[in-house]
């Protein structure tokens, strides 16, 4: 004959595990609807590129999606970006490079903002470049 509760706790137990693994795999990687956020544009504009600094740093207004990036960056940094897709790793180096090249200053001051001990941001820029 049938066991209800036998039945009952193997379906339970079954959707249990479909939401873990739902969970888990949407906290793969950061929010992805940046993504194809147009980064050529920002790098090649270099007053919104300050803009964007001033904001990382926390010396200026941010615009929505420069919140949200402000909000990730330490955590992408001190994990070498681990839960960055491929798109965001794209977006990270060419900000960081742009940030380099046109604010070397203002770069070194976030790096010491998101890495005062210098313990994580070369394993960043390495996860990154590829």
């Excluded at 193997?10 to 929010?31: H, P």
């Excluded at 001033?54 to 420069?66: A, H, M, N, R």
């Excluded at 919140?67 to 990730?72: S, T």
């Amino acid at each position: 004959m049938f066991d209800l509760n036998k039945s009952y706790f193997k379906v339970t137990l079954i959707f249990m595990y479909a939401f873990i693994a739902s969970v888990f795999a949407q906290e793969k990687f950061y929010d992805r609807r940046y993504d194809y956020y147009d980064i050529d544009n920002l790098i090649q504009n270099v007053r919104l590129l300050k803009k964007y600094l001033d904001c990382f740093l926390e010396k200026g207004p941010c615009t929505p999606i420069g919140r949200v990036f402000r909000q990730i960056l330490p955590e992408a940094v001190a994990t070498a970006c681990k839960r960055c897709s491929p798109s965001q790793r794209r977006l990270a180096r060419k900000t960081f490079n742009a940030l380099r090249k046109h604010f070397p200053e203002g770069h070194g001051e976030l790096m010491k903002k998101l890495d005062p001990k210098n313990k994580y941001y070369e394993a960043f820029q390495k996860a990154i470049a590829n």
